[in-house]
């Protein structure tokens, strides 16, 4: 099924560690997107990639690179793991800047203890 | 204060129901957003919308720009209609997404 793919759905680190999400969309959208999920808050974009080749910083990018790897393709690393990153992390992507629509991957359950 | 507010942020109701969420925003708009997420997790884009009115089974999204204010209206609630219901705006200036905080809706047999 056409969509957003993103793996892991759970993960538990320690304080310190480091790790990649991986998110990959079949639709051949140009702009994708990584958002962060706190209970009782609205989601908030942590980096996203208008095209391919581009990367920019959104509202929450402290701690967190990305690789936009080819137009499918665009994982979040966490290089140094902190409980302040526990959160579910959605990846979403989109035609243009939004102009279609967006669609969401399943989200990453993170925990870090 | 925030740039997207919606209203309720819980709203419990009968099945059959007639149901409102309210959104306002601050900021000027290319695009408003509404999107579902189930107590599963997953979020999935009921509406876009740029003016009027936009409807889609017992969903109605409405815009008014002048106001800026949205509603979502679900007609005929159902308990399946349980979910976190999530207003975002597309910002005129950089295109990027405001989102609201949520309204978290259960409809109760």
């Known amino acids: 099924n056409a969509g957003v793919t993103q793996t892991p759905k759970f993960q538990v680190l320690k304080t310190g560690q480091s790790m990649t999400l991986q998110c990959a969309q079949d639709?051949?959208?140009?702009?994708m997107y990584w958002y962060r999920q706190d209970p009782g808050m609205g989601l908030r974009l942590i980096y996203y990639?208008?095209?391919?080749?581009?990367?920019d910083k959104g509202e929450v990018p402290n701690g967190y690179n990305v690789s936009r790897l080819n137009k499918r393709e665009f994982s979040l690393r966490l290089e140094s793991a902190a409980p302040s990153q526990t959160s579910v992390y959605f990846c979403?992507?989109?035609?243009?800047?939004?102009?279609?629509?967006?669609?969401f991957g399943s989200g990453t359950r993170l925990t870090v203890v | 204060k925030n740039e997207v507010e919606q209203s309720p942020q819980n709203l419990t109701a009968q099945e059959g129901e007639f149901i409102t969420i309210n959104c306002s925003y601050s900021?000027?708009?290319?695009?408003l957003h509404w999107l579902q997420q189930h107590p599963g997790g997953g979020i999935v884009s009921l509406f876009m919308?740029?003016?009027?009115?936009k409807k889609h089974g017992r969903l109605i999204a409405t815009i008014n720009i002048q106001e800026k204010h949205s509603s979502l209206h679900i007609t005929a609630s159902h308990p399946r209609d349980s979910a976190v219901y999530i207003c975002?705006?597309?910002?005129?200036?950089?295109?990027?997404?405001?989102w609201g905080a949520g309204t978290k809706l259960i409809i109760k047999p």
């Open positions: 979403a992507s989109s035609a243009g800047q939004g102009a279609g629509g967006y669609t």
């Open positions: 639709m051949n959208h140009n702009s």
């Open positions: 990639s208008a095209s391919e080749g581009t990367t």
């Open positions: 900021v000027g708009i290319s695009a």
């Open positions: 919308l740029s003016s009027g009115k």
């Open positions: 975002a705006v597309r910002s005129a200036s950089n295109y990027q997404l405001i």
